[in-house]
């Protein structure tokens, strides 16, 4: 079947708008590249040459040599992925119950954790310094991680309902009528189901732990403890302009994995966000 030409204008367009949102994004991530890319006499040359003249490695080699950078990469590892498994823990009960209950206040609650989520963390960070201080956990991988938790419960939240949304309740109501209770259907039934669901949440989650700043930064002070997005901050104020090459592959270095993961696994998010929007 032909386009016609409207149809056809209206490819053009769209493609022209993604490539320009494209270069406008990942612009200054081939600067950073750029910067990394570059000797310390080069850098002070001028920042208009975007090829390095004589490119060099030595930077990225660096970074990973040495002997700070690798911890940072495991805390930031550590601080996500155990914040990543306490957010589905706590999650996937709340959304089945979202999903197949019907209850008093139910859209009041869905409201809630919707307008919890919209909340800034700079908004709390004085009173939640104070009270993390006050139980002992500055300092603290666990108090961190629980704060992490409680940022990212409201959208894993909010992403798995509407992924179960898409699982016919019938399924629940066959298995109920076997013998099953409630607890066994979400167990044995529900979460198998809800596999690409659960992963793309945890991917989510742990994207958004790995480029968490704030928190960490506040609540964390010894070196050996913070993650890769503090150590880099602390990192640059350390340093001069001398080292402004080695900064950025350092911040390269730290931005590449969540990229990575992202555009190999965008299939997955999209589906299991899209999942639920849509139902015959």
Known sequence: MKLSSRDRLG???SYAFMAVMFVFFSWPLIWL???ALRTRKEVFLGVYRLIPKF????????????SQFPVYLINALKLSCLSAVGCL???APAAYAFSRFDFKGKGAWMLGILAFQMISPLVIMVPLYRYMSRLGLIDSHFGTVMVYIALGV???TWLLKGYMDGIPKSL??????DGCNRLSVFIRIILPLSTPGVASAFIITVIAGWSQFLVPFLLITKDSLVPIGVGIFQYAGT????????????????VVPAIIAFLALQRLILSAMTAGAVKG
Do not use: H, K, R, W
């Open 11 to 13: 490819d053009i367009l």
């Open 33 to 35: 590249l750029s910067m």
């Open 55 to 66: 490119p060099t490695l030595e930077n990225f080699t660096m970074v990973l040599t040495s």
């Open 89 to 91: 823990i706590i999650a």
């Open 154 to 156: 409201p959208m894993v």
């Open 172 to 177: 629940d109501e066959a298995a109920l009528i």
């Open 239 to 254: 340093q001069n302009a001398s080292t402004i090459q080695v900064l950025a592959a350092a911040c390269l270095i730290s």
